[in-house]
RNA sequence: GGGCAAUUAGCUCAGUUGGUUAGAGCGUCUCGGUGACAUCGAGAAGGUCAAAGGUUCAAAUCCUUUAUUGCCCACCA
């Protein structure tokens, strides 16, 4: 072993060896759970509950970022520390196709490095750079996810996009189609020009943008102005709306108004609706059903005639005269251009709005109608006891059959469901899941035909369309598990019937709409049943600044690079800790620097503790009970009791999902209590049971800390000689009830020590400078006693100590007053550092020139012998006086301000005033000659 | 416009149903080559818990208002 801990000599000949013991299998697994009551432990049962979590698929369109890192490091927590409870577990992984991404990602390559576009190629070549791409990133991608040491079930893994899934894909599409959930029909629609697909309502961001708003009338006879900033789309104006209570317009509504607008003929009906705010522009807006989503709802409800202006590829549509064929922009200029002429152009106001773009590609979205596939969100379905999805799938949360973490998000995903419009399915894209529904190729009247498998024939044609990425995923959680071929007759089978629901879903906040909500409904329609009972939604990573990483910005930190310079388990601890469900947390090569440090203690503490323990043979097996036979110090029963409450609270801590707390705590005793206080005992203190103690703490801690950190514990596990892995170890148990007087006594004595160190550096006594000890113990006589030995031997340098019985009853002003010390000599009274602003009684120092007192508490009282350096000690109070000096000058200045006086209430005043006297009354104790006075005189004038 | 969150030490954050003296890590300062560890050890400094009001014996914690920041949703023709 060496002095410190190299993760690369370790981590991938562990991830090996784990990989190979087939153990990430649950069918592998030995399980049983241990309840935490029957301390014998096990309770095996052949049929152990499960444990699953189906690890959300990242996109093949790139290698894993910082926040699949962080996914890995919270999934494999709850997946190591269930598999050692004795749950049988399941990981599964996969990838996600993630079709328009990845096409988009593929065709800005290829356009990059060949100058070619998608159309040049051709389909068929397209996807053959698709595959190609996709399994190089594939293969990156699950490189990376052992790298972190993900206990994934490898001999489960799917891609949204294989044989199975694809099988899935189709089945689900027909079993909806039949259900009458999917539906065709010509319906407004995000359109993305440059992909040339829809877009789902969620695909669509925002950008806000400085607009022009122009103020027109259609024509001179057209009785009033209305506005809009995009005229060319007036072309398809088939109403004009106004508010029912605007008495401006009130007289027009119902009218019809048949006008030439710009070259074209326009017959628009005036209509009243709600929507309409009388306050924006002119208070009334011309209805372009084709290009607008309010638009078009006002033109169902009133009947309209639906005029499409702008096509697929952004130009204007045929049948707009001179128009036609011209892109939108340019077509704007011109109508612009003739309104202006014609004088109908009243104002120009610069607004901002927002711009809809694509999320893929950040091209403008057109809104414009299209006949595409659906999912009906709202239709009332059979074999959901007559319920739309969104029903159900807002019913199940409401239930708390699925419980979100943190809470919050049930509100967010409530609010999300209830107002969901019906899915848009279809893409145009190329690379996707083909839409098993086929047209015949002859028959003018389109025969249609829906099933898994293509219809026999020739004179079939496949609609050209794909489907949404979202849909496969939707599907994830059961499809992994094989559905449909585990799904016979509305029976469950195999590892459907075994694992699913699953227990947990974790992912990032941000796909909670996306991904999250599309999970539950397809698996409600199509498995009859929640997908998960929890949902762990986790923060965004954010850089050192506080920012989003970003290619772009090129402030992201590749989890590959971490992990070489710092290994898997610091890069993993950093996610884990100090992040909390549902918030953003920041990540910095410091912070992982920090827990490196951290684990290359650990390695430390082993280290030193193999290297001084001889192995015991027999099995160490210590509990409370059995301790009474064992001849424990006060050291051992501390630290039993502490480790004790740990687990207990890690335990917790875990269930809780406190994962940050957890950590903490494991973090805290693992250096705080075990390695600088135990260890350091263990030095000096040899008893029989030591050895025993050590390795049951040491291995047990490392049970614990699996979870967080799996490489180092496991290397260490096997190092220590286990011959199974740590990896399927019982999760240790906490033992009810134990007694805490040891605890506290020896946090008592751990304050004396603490208080003699504390004095020691406050005094500025030579380290290696053996001083003598007197320790005025009071009724905890007999306990400071019996553990002289730790008191001298911790890092306090005391070689001679001495206990005495000293009966403390009175106030520490009158102890002050009548303190006679042990050395029968009159202590000069002088104030602490800490005096000045209070009395403060704790660690209160006194001292002459060869004592120091500290105060510990009401009972005990240390009196340090010998301790003075004379030269160190004249140098201190130096400093000091310069401090005091400093202090005083600025309060005199405080106190000789008018305004402060009169306003500053009085006892602030007062305060100041005293902490004034306080630092005169020091000053002349350290330096009495500074004030004039001779030290006789000095003492006499303190009287 | 609607909603959600955050505001605690120089920085990053904990603080679980209200309860001793508000914690940790990093950073800063002082000291230390001691046989596990300098990726270390011993110690110190540093806070009006964003502001104001209220409830309570008791508030960082609960309520109200305000301010600042971030995010989500909707959206203006």
């Keep these: 072993m060496d002095k410190t801990y190299n993760p690369q000599i370790y981590e991938d000949e562990i991830y090996q060896k784990w990989e190979k013991s087939g153990f990430f299998n649950p069918d592998n697994l030995p399980c049983g759970i241990r309840n935490a009551t029957i301390q014998q432990g096990l309770l095996c049962e052949k049929n152990a509950p499960t444990y699953t979590i189906i690890f959300p698929p990242p996109n093949i369109t790139a290698k894993l970022h910082i926040g ?41 390559k290829i356009f990059k490095e060949q100058g070619l576009t998608r159309h040049d190629l051709g389909k068929e070549k397209l996807l053959k750079e698709v595959w190609k791409f996709l399994k190089q990133t594939q293969a990156t991608i699950l490189h990376q996810t052992r790298k972190m040491g993900a206990s994934l079930d490898w001999s489960r893994e799917a891609f949204t996009f294989d044989d199975q899934r694809k099988k899935a894909v189709s089945q689900m599409f027909v079993d909806m189609y039949e259900a009458g959930v999917i539906y065709k029909g010509e319906r407004i629609v995000n359109w993305c020009p440059r992909c040339h697909s829809t877009l789902a309502d969620d695909e669509v961001e925002y950008k806000e943008q400085k607009a022009i708003l122009y103020f027109f009338k259609y024509n001179k006879d057209f009785p009033f102005t209305i506005a809009t900033t995009r005229p060319e789309t007036k072309l398809g104006d088939t109403a004009v709306a106004v508010n029912l209570k605007d008495e401006r317009y009130k007289k027009y509504i119902g009218k019809i108004y048949e006008i030439d607008f710009c070259g074209v003929s326009l017959k628009l009906k005036i209509i009243a609706d709600r929507e309409v705010d009388m306050n924006f522009g002119a208070g009334a807006l011309g209805v372009t059903p084709a290009h607008s989503m309010i638009d078009w709802k006002m033109a169902e409800e009133n009947d309209l005639e639906i005029k499409k202006v702008i096509n697929e590829d952004g130009n204007i549509h045929q049948g707009f005269e001179k128009y036609s064929g011209k ?5 704007r200029k011109m109508i612009v251009k003739i309104l202006k002429e014609q004088n109908l152009l009243e104002k120009e106001e610069e607004i901002s709005n927002n711009l809809s773009i694509c999320y893929r590609c950040g091209t403008v979205i057109e809104p414009l109608p299209s006949k595409q596939w659906f999912v009906a969100v709202d239709k009332k379905i059979k074999k959901l006891e007559n319920k739309s999805l969104k029903e159900k799938a807002i019913e199940v949360v409401k239930k708390g059959e699925i419980k979100f973490i943190p809470e919050r998000f049930e509100k967010r995903y409530l609010d999300w469901m209830e107002n969901l419009h019906d899915w848009c399915i279809s893409r145009q894209i190329w690379f996707g899941h083909e839409i098993p529904v086929w047209y015949k190729k002859t028959q003018k009247q389109k025969e249609i035909y829906v099933g898994v498998e ?131 947390s920041r990540m910095s090569e410091e912070k992982i620097a920090g827990y490196r440090n951290f684990v290359n203690k650990l390695w430390n503490i082993s280290r030193y503790i193999t290297h001084n323990v001889e192995r015991i043979t027999h099995n160490v097996k210590l ?88 490489f180092i514990t496991e290397t260490i596990w096997s190092e220590m000689g286990n011959k199974q892995f740590l990896m399927i170890e019982k999760w240790p148990f906490y033992a009810k009830a134990t007694e805490s007087k040891p605890s506290y006594n020896f946090e008592l004595i751990k304050e004396i020590i603490i208080a003699i160190r504390n004095a020691r550096s406050e005094n500025k006594i030579e380290p290696n400078k053996k001083i003598k000890a007197i320790i005025c113990a009071g009724k905890y006589f007999d306990l400071v006693e019996e553990n002289k030995e730790l008191i001298k031997n911790l890092k306090t340098n005391i070689n001679e100590l001495e206990t005495q019985k000293h009966k403390n009853t009175k106030t520490q002003k009158q102890k002050n007053q009548e303190f006679k010390s042990p050395l029968d000599k009159e202590p000069v009274p002088s ?21 120091i007192r500290v105060v510990v508490d009401d009972d005990i009282e240390i009196y340090l012998i010998g301790a003075k350096d004379e030269e160190k000690e004249q140098m201190r109070i130096n400093k000091r006086i310069i401090e005091l000096e400093k202090l005083i000058l600025n309060l005199e200045k405080k106190l000789s301000n008018k305004e ?16 004034l006297k306080l630092c005169q009354v020091e000053l002349k104790n350290l330096n009495p000659s500074s004030f004039g006075f001779s030290e006789n005189n000095f003492k006499k004038m303190s009287k």
């Design 900 to 915: 402060f006086i009169k306003k500053a209430p009085a006892n602030i005043v007062e305060k100041e005033k005293e902490k």
């Design 831 to 851: 104030l602490s550092r800490e005096g000045l602003g209070d009395f403060k009684q704790e660690n209160q120092l006194k001292h002459d020139n060869k004592m």
């Design 68 to 108: 699949h890192a962080s996914v890995i490091s919270i999934e494999d927590l709850m997946i190591r520390y269930h598999r050692m409870k004795g749950y049988r577990t399941l990981w599964l992984p996969g990838t996600d196709h993630a079709a328009i991404a990845t096409q988009n990602v593929v065709e800005k």
């Design 454 to 584: 293509a219809p026999e024939g020739d004179n079939w044609i496949q609609d050209p369309d794909t489907l949404d990425t979202w849909f496969s995923s939707g599907m994830w959680i059961f499809s992994t598990l094989g559905w449909p071929d585990t799904f016979q007759n509305g029976k469950k089978i195999g590892d459907l019937a075994r694992f699913h629901p699953t227990q947990m879903l974790e992912t990032c906040y941000e796909i909670l709409t996306l991904w999250v909500s599309r999970m539950i409904m397809m698996s409600l329609f199509a498995v009859g049943e929640i997908p998960f009972e929890k949902v762990y939604l986790q923060g965004t990573i954010l850089d050192k600044n506080g920012k989003k990483m970003s290619k772009s910005k090129g402030n992201g930190i590749d989890p590959i690079d971490i992990i070489e310079k710092f290994g898997a388990d610091a890069v993993r601890l950093s996610m884990l800790m100090g992040s909390t469900p549902g918030n953003d």
């Design 327 to 331: 892109t939108a922009q340019e077509a």
């Design 623 to 710: 509990n409370f009970e059995q301790n009474l036979s064992y001849k424990l110090t006060l050291a051992d029963k501390w630290i039993l009791n502490k480790f004790n409450v740990l687990i207990g609270d890690v335990t917790n801590d875990l269930e809780k999902y406190n994962f940050s707390q957890a950590g903490e705590k494991l973090r805290e005793f693992t250096w705080n209590d075990f390695a600088d206080w135990y260890l350091e005992v263990s030095k000096f203190e040899k008893n029989k049971e030591k050895n025993e103690i050590l390795i049951y703490i040491l291995e047990n801690l490392l049970k614990l800390w699996h979870p967080f950190i799996p």
